[in-house]
Each structure stands twice: as C-alpha cells, then as structure tokens.
C-alpha cells in the first residue's frame, strides 16, 4: 500500500486499497444511508387545505373591496342604460325633451353614480281652469292649462247651477272631425299696430240655423263693433278676416259638442268653448250657440257676443278674470257661460277668483262703452 501526503483528501475502497486520489469538497451527501440502506428521500407532506382558486385569492387579497366593486359595476351598467333610454325617449318626443329630468344620486363603496330618470309626462287640459288674473295679456297658451290641477278631476264640484245647459233646441252632438271654411274676407278693423287675422269655418256635421254665411257674418260684425277687441282701451289690436290661404293668426270654428269635449277637454263637466293653441282655432260650442247661458237669462244674441269676445280674447293672450265690482258688468274674460259670481268660480278656479261674494252682471264685450268709459264700471 502506498502512503499518501497528509494534506490531501483521498478516497478508500471497501477492502482499504486507494480508490481515488484527488482533492475532494468538505461536503456529505444528502443521504449518507442511502447506499447501504436504499433510502429514499421523503415525499412532501400532503396537503390538508385546498388551493385558493384565482376568485379566492382575489377575494383573500382584497376583503370587502371585492363585494363592492361588482355591486359598482351593476349600478354603473344601469345608470348608462336608463341615461340612453331616457335620451332616446326624449329625442322621440319633442315635448318632452325640454323637461328637465329628475337625477337620482346612489352612493355605492364611497363612489357617487348619478341615474338620470325619464321625465313625467304632463297632461294638458284645455277645460282646466287657466290661471292669470287681471286684464294684462299672458302668454300665447291662455286658455289652455299647462300644469296639472292639484286634485283629480273629479275633485270638480257639479252643483254649479248657473253653469248648466239650459234647456232649449237641438244642437249637434257628433260632427265629422274635419272642417268647411266659409268664403270671405273682410277690411282691417281698428287703428293698432298689432293685427291680427282670422278665419271662419264649421266643423262637417254640424248645421246652422240661416246657413254658413250667417255664423260668419255674425263673426265679423262682433269683431268689427267698436265694443270689441278693436277698442283703444283694449290694447293695441287691430283685426282682419282672410283667407286661410293667408295664414290667419287663428279660425273661428263652430264645433260640435263632443268634438269641443276632445279639443277643449271635459273635466268640468259643464259645457265650454275654448281656444285651443295648439290647434289654432277659437272653438264655440253648438250646445252653447243654440242654448246660451242661464247667465243671459234668454238673451241668446247676447251671448253669442260673449262667446266669441272671450274665446278671441284668450287667442290674444288674456286670461280669466274675477267680478271686480258688486253689481258691476262682469268682465268679458269672467267665465259668463258657468257663472257670473266669484263664490261659484272659485270652487273651479281658487287661484284666480276671489270668495268675496260679489255678483256681476252679464257683458258680451270687453269695452261695453266702445273707448268712452271704464269697460266694466256698469254705467
């Protein structure tokens, strides 16, 4: 056996002779018995938990932030929806694009969503008392509501006396719906700046006693009277009839009585003319053409003035007024067809006329002097 320098790592075979000769790392084996014995190295211990999938880590990671961020998506989804449903809505309906629509604010894990809500539709009724009081001009709409009363229809009492149909000839209850214009023109009537123009025409259906001619004619002998719109102390009008080729301003219309339910509305349920803006027609109502008013007491001629003096007077821009003096001549846009005294008014108008008892006479023109006197002084 050779002998080896001590400064040297050498290796041995099992019988002691020299295996190997060459320097040799100061590190054992991972298994020292593994030779001898046939050892293994162990497996890992198995698992006793199950592994998080990426949803429960998420969920691990971030607690109660990932509950929230879905609810903030669902109610961000929602609002872009009901943004775009109320938009096209809207666009689909040019009355109701100019109404401004109500924002709802939500507030959800400290983020503010802002759900914009489709507008409510607003009806509009043309018997629905208007408001405006005194004889100052309102808006072009005078004469037809644009709110809605504050109590249903129903709410409307039915016990005005005076406001009923008298009895009397027959009248038209069901016309065509469609219109025949009545031939003629007239000459500019009154010294205003400010014409207006008109047309006459009768709703297919309805008769009159004497013919067309003769509702139109009685028409413009009104407007053309000293008495009516034309008046200095009316304001500043002047009047003309035209053709409708002309474009007039507004038609006169003598409508049958269901006809002026549809155009001019019926929660009151007491006969009315009206003036429908929309339409462009100041609409008298057959029922009152051949019956009148228990306020004229007969007096039918009376009136049909009244009639078509009030309904032109909201195509003007006047609205409702009250009885100003006890005893006095009522004013022309006081509602004569349903009463001529405040306290049975009221009940369908709070807003414009007064409880105070008063009680006027009945008047067919807005300037019963024709410029020589106060319009309403009763002398």
């Not at 969503?113 to 408001?131: I, M, N």
């Not at 002998?221 to 009047?239: K, Y």
């Not at 009376?302 to 009030?310: D, E, L, P, T, V």
Request: charged content about 20%; aromatic content about 6%.
């Amino acid at each position: 056996m050779r002998s080896k320098p001590v400064d040297n790592s050498v290796l041995w075979d099992e019988e002691g002779d020299l295996f190997q000769e060459a320097p040799q790392p100061l590190r054992a084996s991972w298994d020292p018995l593994a030779k001898e014995q046939g050892a293994r190295r162990p497996s890992r211990a198995p698992r006793t938990t199950k592994r998080r999938s990426s949803v429960g880590w998420f969920v691990h990671r971030y607690g109660w932030r990932a509950y929230g961020i879905p609810l903030l998506l669902a109610a961000t989804v929602l609002a872009i929806i009901e943004m775009t449903n109320g938009g096209a809505n809207r666009n689909a309906d040019p009355e109701l694009a100019s109404v401004a629509a109500p924002v709802m604010t939500t507030v959800i894990s400290g983020v503010t969503s802002v759900v914009t809500l489709p507008p409510e539709t607003v009806t509009v009724s043309a018997d629905t008392p208007p408001s405006g009081a005194g004889n100052a001009p309102v808006d072009g709409t005078a004469g037809v509501a644009t709110t809605v009363p504050p109590d249903p229809p129903s709410s409307y009492p039915t016990n005005i006396t005076p406001g009923q149909l008298p009895a009397g000839g027959d009248f038209t209850k069901a016309g065509d719906k469609s219109y025949r214009v009545v031939p003629g023109t007239t000459k500019r009537v009154g010294k205003g700046s400010d014409l207006r123009t008109y047309a006459v025409e009768i709703e297919d259906g309805v008769t009159v006693d004497g013919g067309d001619k003769a509702f139109a004619d009685f028409v413009d002998t009104t407007l053309d009277d000293a008495r009516s719109w034309t008046s200095p102390l009316m304001g500043d009008f002047s009047l003309q009839r035209v053709a409708p080729s002309d474009n007039p301003d507004f038609m006169v219309t003598l409508t049958s009585q269901m006809t002026i339910r549809e155009l001019c509305g019926y929660d009151i349920k007491l006969e009315a003319s009206c003036y429908n803006s929309s339409a462009g027609r100041v609409l008298i109502n057959d029922a009152r053409w051949v019956r009148g008013a228990v306020s004229y007491t007969g007096d039918i001629g009376s009136y049909r003035r009244y009639a078509i003096n009030h309904e032109v007077g909201h195509a003007l821009g006047f609205g409702h007024q009250p009885c100003a003096e006890n005893g006095g001549l009522a004013p022309i846009m006081m509602q004569q067809s349903w009463s001529v005294a405040n306290d049975d008014l009221t009940q369908l108008d709070p807003q414009t006329i007064p409880l105070d008892g008063k009680v006027c006479k009945p008047n067919p023109w807005p300037d019963p002097l024709g410029g020589q006197g106060n319009p309403t002084s009763g002398n």
